[in-house]
């Protein structure tokens, strides 16, 4: 199953969009400061993970991001829907 007309850039764009509304979704101008609270996170405990290896975990989610892209990518092309409404009967 080769990538036909899968189209690379937007699946790029997908992934890089998914990170974005993940970082302003957990961000403290928006859930960040509940999430944290909820969690029992604080700035203390924030850069202690950030010194751990963070950086890996949020390579890791890019891409998931870009496999999970991808493979809604594949799905989309071989349902042949192309509208919203065709993909919600």
């Known amino acids: 199953m080769g990538q036909g007309n ?30 944290m609270q909820l969690m029992g996170f604080n700035d203390k405990k924030i850069s202690k993970a950030k010194k751990k290896g963070m950086g ?7 891409i998931s991001s870009l496999v999970l ?3 809604l990518a594949l799905f ?3 349902s042949g829907v192309r509208t919203g409404g065709g993909g919600a009967p």
Do not use: C, E, R
Request: aromatic letters at 18%.
């Open 6 to 35: 899968i189209n690379l850039l937007a699946v790029l764009v997908s992934a890089i969009v998914m990170q974005l509304i993940g970082m302003f979704w957990y961000s403290k101008s928006a859930f960040g400061k509940s999430w």
């Open 56 to 62: 890996k975990l949020y390579i890791i989610s890019f």
């Open 69 to 71: 892209a991808y493979i």
């Open 76 to 78: 989309i092309k071989t």
